[in-house]
């Protein structure tokens, strides 16, 4: 059986905000490896990660990852690994520790690689932490414990938004490593979206969006 090689392809893609058009009839394919939708505030970057997870409907064209279609629903969300900042206290809400939730991710994620999140808490600093609830953390703390979760999760599609706020320079610094270390992977996708194009990291695709 020949399996075709992963990616993600959005044909004619439809979306408007109420007096804000964004994409009418938009294309595009992402190839594996990392790469990054780069724009300026207000130009779309958010909602268009929140179209690529599937946690936002589309108004006309079609999004499929690995040949699974977006409006299948569960099917797709399965693949993608996602969570959205702009949604406050997640784990939090169910008075979940850090070490508590990780816990819970290798059942949500079949790739899920515990010597990544391994990686990530030590180039992170998060071990302090594991025991601490959600809400006893920083914003910045909070983000770096999520993506540190995305990145491990093994998952063919992972998105990043805004990842460098709330970050240290150290803490950016480890983070662009650790794109760059995926940068060849032909299993995975992981988009970026931010308003600059870091050196550091082998982009193998960029998307600019009109501001």
């Keep these: 059986m ?18 804000r058009p964004l994409w009418d009839g938009w294309s595009h394919r992402w190839p594996p490896g990392v790469s990054l939708v780069l724009g300026g505030d207000g130009a779309g970057k958010s909602t268009l990660l929140r179209l690529l997870a599937g946690t936002e409907r589309a108004q006309g064209g079609r999004i499929t990852l690995a040949g699974v279609d977006a409006g299948q629903g569960a099917p797709y969300r399965a ?26 991710l290798p059942a949500r994620y079949p790739g899920w690689r515990a010597a990544d999140l391994q990686a ?10 594991q025991d601490k609830p959600f809400h006893a953390l920083s914003t910045g703390t909070q983000r770096k414990v999520f993506m540190a979760a995305a990145l491990a999760s093994g998952a ?7 990842p460098d706020a709330g970050l240290d320079k150290a803490s950016v610094a ?11 992977r032909t299993d995975r996708i992981v988009i970026v979206a931010h308003y600059a194009a870091w050196a550091g990291v082998r982009w193998q695709d960029v998307v600019q969006l009109p501001d």
Excluded: K, M, N
């Design 2 to 19: 020949i399996v075709a090689p992963l990616a993600l392809q959005v044909d004619g893609l439809r979306f408007a905000h109420p007096g």
């Design 79 to 104: 693949q993608v690994a996602w969570i959205d900042p702009r949604q406050p206290g997640l784990p939090a809400q169910d008075g979940l520790t850090l070490a508590r939730w990780w816990q819970a």
């Design 120 to 129: 990530h808490i030590d180039g992170w600093a998060l071990a302090p932490h």
């Design 156 to 162: 063919p599609l992972t998105l990043i938004d805004e």
């Design 174 to 184: 480890y983070l662009q490593q650790a794109l760059d270390a995926l940068a060849d």
